[in-house]
T-cell receptor, first 111, second 111 residues
Framework: SQQGEEDPQALSIQEGENATMNCSYK?????LQWYRQNSGRGLVHLIL?????REKHSGRLRVTLDTSKKSSSLLITASRAADTASYFC???????????FGKGTRLSVIA | DAGITQSPRHKVTETGTPVTLRCHQT?????MYWYRQDPGHGLRLIHY???????DKGEVSDGYSVSRSKTEDFLLTLESATSSQTSVYFC??????????FGQGTRLTVV
């Protein structure tokens, strides 16, 4: 069964606005990751946050992790039309176990 | 695409026929995975491998088998294809930092 659940399922914003997506998970984790998928393509790794970290930045991406609430958020600042894609969170409980993915958030950025 | 190649990229097959999908990596990574992606379900793990001849079942393994006789190749076989196995199949490897790298996917249609 899915470990992570993203919220919202779909999000539509104007270019230049910030986009926030949330992920909740059920069991203890080793790390939590976010991936992007453009239509018809494979998933691309965006950012990884370890269970002992609370916040991480990469360019226009900001990820937070709250292990007490078993939740994470992905913030994309100053969104662009090229950010239009589906975004997935994924977790594992050790480096040796497979990643378990959520169902994703579909982001549309309107120019 | 981190040196991952899936073949074929598209396939149409008839119900009841066996089908083999191939994943080839040039990265020499130990861990390889097969996922399927369906609308409303996100990515679900079919089988995974943690080394040559070492494989294990995932969440949706019924009707599928895998083989890994070489580090670089991970084969997924649908023993007798059914319409419910119409899907997009993704192969992935896990890097040393825990992040996954995906192939471009195989779109399989069972008619």
């Amino acid at each position: 069964s899915q470990q992570g659940e993203e919220d919202p399922q779909a999000l539509s914003i104007q270019e230049g606005e910030n986009a926030t997506m949330n992920c909740s998970y059920k069991t203890s984790i080793n790390n939590l990751q976010w991936y992007r998928q453009n239509s018809g393509r494979g998933l691309v790794h965006l950012i990884l946050i370890r269970s002992n970290e609370r916040e991480k930045h990469s360019g226009r991406l900001r990820v937070t992790l709250d292990t007490s609430k078993k939740s994470s958020s992905l913030l994309i600042t100053a969104s662009r039309a090229a950010d239009t894609a589906s975004y997935f969170c994924a977790t594992d409980d050790s480096g040796n176990t497979p990643l378990v993915f959520g169902k994703g958030t579909r982001l549309s950025v309107i120019a | 695409d981190a040196g991952i190649t899936q073949s074929p990229r598209h396939k149409v097959t008839e119900t009841g026929t066996p089908v083999t999908l191939r994943c080839h990596q040039t990265e020499n990574h130990r861990y390889m995975y097969w996922y399927r992606q369906d609308p409303g379900h996100g990515l679900r793990l079919i089988h995974y491998s943690y080394g040559v001849k070492d494989t294990d079942k995932g969440e949706v393994s019924d009707g599928y088998s895998v083989s890994r006789s070489k580090t670089e190749d991970f084969l997924l076989t649908l023993e007798s294809a059914t319409s419910s196995q119409t899907s997009v199949y993704f192969c992935a490897i896990k890097g040393g930092g825990g992040e996954a790298f995906f192939g471009q996917g195989t779109r399989l249609t069972v008619v």
